[in-house]
């Protein structure tokens, strides 16, 4: 056994055997994880399907809380000077602030996922120019794209760990495949393939699966008394006998729709953490709501 003299100073590591420690740490060349921010909820859990121990992922708009309206708070713009990343989706309070975001921290990349995407324009009058609906990730084959392009993204950012964030977005992308089978297979018998819906916030599920969504709200403003005469007659014309409404928007106008149709609201959100749990179940709700006709 080799003797080790007090007075005797440690030698340094080598430093190809110190980069090849650095390389095996779960924490990257940096010695940290990757901060990354986004806007909503099911992005956020994108990011950490794909990133998975490599990445710390916040969200800034809180449950209960519209993207249309939401405002980041002083805590968050601080906290966002300090991101190595943000991943932005188009939702209304990303195209007010992203700027500002921007000067919270010049140097931090913001990956928009809805660049190279067709977007739809959301119903409206008109008269008035349409609003690009952002919606995507209602979307599974939608969001299979998306998850391809955050594992390049985090790849960029710590290139040490592309293969595993590429491994990690193949594995997250076959569970959406399934899952847009699962709901292809669920919806396809479906004979009414028309749906009344508050908010205009599933369009892209509906293009992807053969379906008509008709809003009651459009571009953020309630309806006048004509427009609104004529969603009851096209929903009585068509046999719509449930309103789906989400969590965060008041439900007042919606109930006065579902009583001159003698119909029902029924709770989807797509804002859910659980993307895919959460698809599951819109999914068997519109089976319900859809099916008996």
């Known amino acids: 056994m080799p003797i080790t003299r007090p007075h005797e100073k440690r030698r340094p590591l080598p430093l190809l055997l110190l980069s090849v420690l650095l390389l095996v740490s779960p924490l990257g060349v940096a010695g940290k994880r990757?901060?990354?921010?986004?806007?909503?909820?099911?992005?956020?859990?994108?990011?950490?399907?794909?990133?998975?121990?490599?990445?710390?992922?916040?969200?800034?708009v809180e449950p209960g809380h519209s993207p249309a309206t939401f405002s980041p708070t002083p805590r968050q713009v601080a906290a966002l000077a300090r991101a190595d990343l943000y991943v932005a989706?188009?939702?209304?309070?990303?195209r007010n602030w992203l700027a500002r975001i921007r000067a919270a921290n010049p140097r931090m990349p913001v990956l928009d996922l809805?660049?190279?995407?067709?977007?739809?324009?959301?119903?409206?009058d008109s008269q008035q120019a349409s609003e690009l609906d952002p919606h995507i990730w209602t979307s599974p084959p939608r969001v299979e794209r998306m998850v391809e392009r955050i594992g390049a993204q985090l790849g960029e950012l710590d290139p040490?760990?592309?293969?595993?964030?590429?491994t990690n977005a193949r594995a997250y992308i076959e569970r959406l495949e399934r899952l847009h089978q699962e709901i292809r297979q669920l919806l396809a018998p479906l004979k009414q393939r028309r749906f009344l819906v508050f908010h205009p916030a599933w369009g892209y599920f509906a293009e992807t699966y053969g379906l008509t969504q008709i809003a009651i709200e459009h571009q953020g403003k309630q309806p006048g008394a004509r427009a609104l005469a004529e969603i009851v007659r096209q929903a009585r014309a068509a046999g719509t006998r449930v309103i789906f409404v989400q969590p965060e928007f008041d439900r007042r106008l919606a109930r006065r729709v579902a009583e001159a149709i003698g119909g029902r609201l029924l709770v989807i959100d797509p804002l859910a953490a659980d993307y895919i749990a959460n698809m599951r179940q819109v999914a068997r709700r519109f089976r319900e709501a859809l099916g008996s006709d």
């Open 34 to 60: 990757l901060l990354v921010f986004t806007g909503i909820l099911p992005i956020q859990t994108f990011v950490e399907r794909v990133g998975g121990d490599l990445v710390e992922v916040r969200h800034l």
């Open 89 to 94: 989706v188009g939702v209304p309070f990303e």
């Open 114 to 124: 809805s660049q190279g995407m067709t977007l739809r324009k959301l119903p409206g």
């Open 160 to 166: 040490p760990h592309r293969a595993d964030y590429r």
